[in-house]
């Protein structure tokens, strides 16, 4: 096992990682999660994964009238460890900031920092079988999952997009329907074009055979 390790290179056969050639039939590769590019816009120093390091309120450091939240703002919990960019987070971070920015203009005094509350996560790991850690019970298997199904619908909004996800969930649980799709081959622009270029010419030939065969037509009825 290779930890932090960069791989320097991909191919059909396998890896190369810190100089050493890994033979491989399968490479599957987990990319990371980097912030849209806020700091650079900002001109803010950015931290890990292009994060920007925020203050207590949320707010760019030296411009306290802009604030970042979600997966661009490097912010901290009471352990010290870094938020997850999970949707409770920015969630809760855009309630905050909201009602932050509501008192200054009511010229009200600021809410005390910001400070995540963890209720809990919830993953679908299969067609009937989940995780959901709510902190003082975890669940797995059936009972899990749907608990994941009635949560996310429930915190959909409009009576409509949650009628329309619940009726698609279940069409795809009924015709065991997937979602992924999966791109195999040379897709370079030219290896597109030479696959066309085949159908284009069969098409022709086909369009011809159909005006010769009217020609025919018509001149066996003038006959």
């Keep these: 096992m290779l930890l932090d390790t960069p791989i320097e290179a991909i191919d059909a056969h396998g890896v190369l990682a810190g100089g050493k050639r890994i033979e491989a039939a399968n490479v599957i590769w987990c990319a990371g999660v980097e912030a849209s590019p806020v700091a650079r816009w900002l001109g803010a120093p950015a931290g890990k994964g292009g994060r920007i390091k925020v203050a207590?309120?949320?707010?760019?450091?030296?411009?306290?009238?802009?604030?970042?939240?979600?997966?661009?703002?490097?912010?901290?919990?009471?352990?010290?460890?870094?938020l997850p960019g999970l949707a409770p987070v920015a969630k809760q971070q855009g309630q905050y900031v909201g009602e932050l920015i509501a008192r200054l203009v009511r010229g009200e005094q600021a809410p005390p920092p910001f400070r995540y509350r963890d209720e809990g996560a919830?993953?679908?790991?299969?067609?009937?079988?989940?995780?959901?850690?709510?902190?003082?019970?975890?669940?797995?298997?059936?009972?899990?999952?749907?608990?994941?199904?009635?949560v996310h619908i429930f915190f959909l909004i409009g009576f409509r997009n949650r009628m329309a996800v619940f009726l698609n969930w279940i069409w795809a649980w009924l015709t065991y329907g997937r979602g992924a799709r999966l791109i195999t081959g040379d897709t370079t622009p030219l290896a597109l074009a030479a696959k066309?270029?085949?159908?284009?010419?069969?098409?022709?030939?086909?369009?011809?055979?159909?005006?010769?065969?009217?020609?025919?037509?018509?001149?066996?009825?003038?006959?």
């Design 56 to 82: 207590p309120d949320l707010s760019v450091p030296d411009r306290p009238e802009i604030f970042v939240i979600g997966d661009a703002a490097f912010v901290t919990g009471a352990g010290g460890e870094p």
């Design 122 to 150: 919830l993953a679908t790991i299969g067609r009937h079988s989940a995780i959901a850690d709510l902190g003082w019970i975890r669940l797995t298997g059936w009972v899990a999952w749907v608990l994941w199904g009635v």
């Design 196 to 223: 066309q270029v085949p159908r284009a010419i069969s098409e022709e030939r086909g369009s011809r055979g159909a005006h010769d065969g009217r020609q025919d037509e018509r001149a066996f009825a003038r006959d």
